[in-house]
């Protein structure tokens, strides 16, 4: 079977205990959350849930089946990678030296990341991209000494089109 990914933008209720019965409701069903970013909207009394999960065809039709049902939930978007735009935030801690600070330096030109705080032998790093790009940075200092990684969850929204 194929496995497919499906990004969820879930609008809730901003009340506690949303997201323990949301997450709970993946949990019960065995259900793998890839990534789960919460934060309220424009309207402080509703909550954007944006969750990134992957399965079967059928898997996904019951994700997007439970979600709906719960009292909670406001409005479920279901989209597929493609029809969306996506972006994650990651803070990264290197430490460097003269040896390899030249090259940090070109990575960060290349990728378009911001050192955002330093010290004599520290450079802290922020990158806003696409989830494979954050995850290529990561690949791309692998082989200097990376020190800590902060990184949030998969932000999303429908793709600007005419129609809406």
């Known amino acids: 079977m194929k496995k497919n990914t499906r990004i969820y933008s879930v609008l809730v ?5 949303v997201l323990c019965k949301v997450a ?11 990534s789960l970013t919460v934060g309220e909207t424009d309207d402080p009394t509703i909550s954007c849930m944006t969750i990134v999960s992957s399965g079967d065809e059928r898997t996904i ?7 709906n049902k ?21 803070l990264l801690k290197v ?14 030109d290349i990728m378009k990341v ?29 082989t200097i000494s990376i020190v800590e990684v902060a990184r949030t969850g998969t932000l999303a929204l429908a793709k600007c089109i005419e129609n809406d």
Do not use: W
Request: glycine share 2%.
């Open 61 to 67: 039709e019951q994700i997007d089946k439970q979600l």
């Open 70 to 90: 719960k009292l909670d939930v406001i409005k479920v978007k279901t989209f597929a990678e493609q029809q969306c735009i996506t972006r994650e935030l990651m």
């Open 13 to 17: 209720e901003n009340r506690s205990g």
């Open 24 to 34: 709970g409701l993946f949990s019960r069903r065995c259900f793998n959350i890839d």
């Open 95 to 108: 430490k460097y030296n003269k040896n390899n600070r030249r090259e940090i330096m070109e990575i960060c």
């Open 114 to 142: 911001s050192i955002v705080d330093m010290s004599k032998h520290y450079l802290m790093l922020q990158i806003c991209d696409t989830p494979e790009r954050v995850n290529l940075l990561i690949q791309m200092l692998q």
